[in-house]
């Protein structure tokens, strides 16, 4: 088993398919139960993705630019100043992406989907630290299959979590998207993506490492997920890179990782758990994946339930 100090160096043949044991639900759900708090030391309100660069912002100030990636997502998604409005995040980690629209908007409401026991209850401290709770709900819940009312919703998103659903164009989550929102509403999804099925060796092997560790079945593939989005019901599909607009916030993960690691490792007296140890591998694997131009992108794809 990969470890922070002995990762697996057998390289894969050139695709993005699973060579070893596939990652399943189970897995993914203990990896964020076992990692919940480790989070925190990348962001104490538990903004579990990258940030959002923009003129004006301090790219040495991580929390700044994570807070941004939040409000891109709702800016994405076009609410209007209705008196009420209910929106849904999809893998919604600790809240935090609903957390930072609902406090910007007084008419938001807002449910959030996480099969993680322990992220529920680090989000419902947040929202009562934030004054928020009133209008958050957390449910408890596979995201692809929410047990939610259909049409409902005004506006969903993910953010770095579409990642978790199968395959490589993510069908059932998009489906199950499609399913929750309101005919016109918007969808947006902020994730890494796959740019090539045959991916170079190294490439692929550093995907896979890092998938492993961070208990992802695979990225998905753009041309996939896009498919699969025009046939779900969705139109006016837009993917955007924001590859250059992630970058200061990930050039922080180098000395973020290794200070994080020699901490625990003295509290821990040398031995982290194995989930923990692969959470600091992926870590270091997520900054390097951004040098292969050609193999992967950061982007965010946004798009229209149509009326039918």
Known sequence: MPTVFQPDFRMPRGTVEHTGAPITAEDTQDYFTEVATDYSAWSPSYNMHFGF???????????????????????????????????????????????????????????????????????????????????????????????????????????????????????????????????GARLAVVDGFLLRRNPGRLASWLHRLWADSWAVPTLAMREDFVAALHAHGFEDVEVKSLRWRVAPSALHIPVLATRFTLAELWKARGRLSPWRRKHIVASYCALALGMFWRDFDYCMVTATRRAD
């Not at 660069?53 to 609410?79: D, S, T, Y």
Request: overall charge positive; glycine content about 10%.
């Open 53 to 183: 660069w923009r003129a004006g912002l301090n790219p040495l100030r991580r929390e700044g630019m994570l807070v941004e990636m939040n409000r891109m997502v709702g800016r994405a998604l076009r609410l209007d100043d209705a008196p009420r409005r209910c929106v849904i995040d999809m893998g919604c980690g600790a809240g935090a992406t609903a957390r930072t629209l609902v406090g910007d908007h007084a008419t938001l409401y807002a449910i959030t989907v996480t099969n993680v026991a322990v992220q529920n209850r680090i989000a419902a401290k947040l929202d009562a630290a934030a004054g928020v709770a009133d209008r958050m709900a957390h449910i408890e819940a596979d995201y692809t299959r929410t047990g939610l009312p259909a049409a409902q919703a005004d506006g969903a998103w993910a953010v770095e979590s579409a990642c978790y659903a199968g395959g490589t164009d993510k069908a059932d989550f998009i489906r199950e998207a499609a399913r929750l929102l309101k005919p």
